[in-house]
């Protein structure tokens, strides 16, 4: 794809009402099975969320995005769906560890060798294909967080644990590429909240994530949903280490934390996909006001180098807001290429 900074969701858009329970899900973020959030009957959920797939494509069309994704729309969240569909999971009786807020939520429990028995995502990869003629990205929970959102009753160490779930992770992102995405993105937010740990061994586990990757691949580090974490850091503790690993995108926020943008600096072979809209604050954004987020980066980064993107998912917000949000997004970046390239 040979556009100047193109545009794409960081991977989720708001479920339909008709399809999960948004106003139990607005209360946490499920990192074990939560079968009972789905509204619809059993035998009806796959139709169902193949109709709310179709939406969120459609959605992002309209509002002019150059990358499309399929909404996760068939996730309660980014990372429990992979994570419960692997084997070595105990899904029936899960565990507990303590979230990025300090509080005990129910996790996968380890209690054999992880590993991934049959592709996950390549259902959703099709019907997505099948709906767009754009640029496609699928998103992957990282080796790292899950491990991170598992008790391990089975390694019983942190470093092979992440390892194994990287051998799981590369199976999937092989067989994604294999089927047409044009992106593969894995989510490490835990990496920020575990920067020793993602020191010591996160890199390894993300470099054998994505071994032998043929296409465009990309991680994502944020600090938390807003819906869930308002104050936010100005900094983050692990970011420019991303520099020595393999992958080629790494994206970030940086409107609702109002990041210092010098660390830019610090991955001088990355294409960086800049957070630009403000999960955190209802009002949508002009694309004037989007166009001066994306500019201040120019003093640390060519916008050859720039992707744009909201700061995190954006499943909780309503609808309209993330549509008018999305929309503006589209709009400010157009403005800006418009600008760079003397139109």
């Known amino acids: 794809m040979n556009i100047l900074l193109p545009t794409s969701l960081v991977g989720s858009y708001p479920q339909p009402e008709w399809l999960i329970d948004r106003a139990r899900l607005a209360r946490q973020v499920p990192r074990a099975r939560a079968d009972d959030l789905w509204l619809p009957a059993p035998e009806r959920l796959e139709a169902a969320q193949d109709d709310a797939t179709v939406l969120a494509i459609r959605d992002q069309e309209r509002a002019g995005l150059d990358v499309i994704t399929d909404g996760e729309q068939r996730r309660a969240s980014y990372s429990n769906r992979f994570a419960t569909a692997l084997d070595g999971i105990d899904a029936d009786n899960p565990g507990t560890t303590i979230s990025r807020n300090g509080k005990p939520i129910p996790v996968p429990r380890v209690v054999g060798p992880i ?161 630009v809209i403000d999960l955190a604050d209802p009002a949508i954004e002009t694309p004037q006001i989007v166009a001066g987020r994306i500019r201040r980066a120019f003093d640390y980064i060519p916008a050859e180098r720039l992707a744009i993107a909201p700061d995190c998912g954006m499943k909780y917000l309503p609808l309209a807001i993330a549509f008018g949000k999305m929309q503006a997004m589209a709009e400010g970046a157009a403005l800006v290429r418009r600008e760079l390239e003397g139109g």
């Open 115 to 275: 590993r991934r028995a049959r592709p996950v995502e390549l259902r959703d990869l099709a019907v997505l294909r099948a709906h767009t003629r754009r640029a496609i990205k699928v998103t992957v929970p990282g080796p790292f967080t899950m491990s991170k959102q598992a008790q391990d009753e089975f390694y019983r160490d942190g470093e092979a644990l992440a390892l194994a779930y990287a051998e799981a992770v590369n199976a999937e992102v092989l067989d994604l590429f294999a089927a047409g995405a044009d992106v593969v993105q894995l989510d490490e937010p835990w990496m920020q909240q575990h920067p020793d740990d993602a020191r010591r061994y996160g890199l390894r586990a993300l470099d054998r994530a994505l071994a032998g990757a043929v296409g465009t691949t990309a991680v994502h580090l944020c600090f938390g949903y807003a819906a869930l974490v308002r104050d936010k850091p100005r900094g983050y503790a692990f970011l420019a280490e991303l520099e020595g690993s393999k992958v080629a995108q790494v994206s970030i926020e940086t409107a609702q934390p109002k990041l210092d943008l010098k660390v830019l600096r610090e991955l001088p072979s990355k294409t960086v996909i800049l957070g």
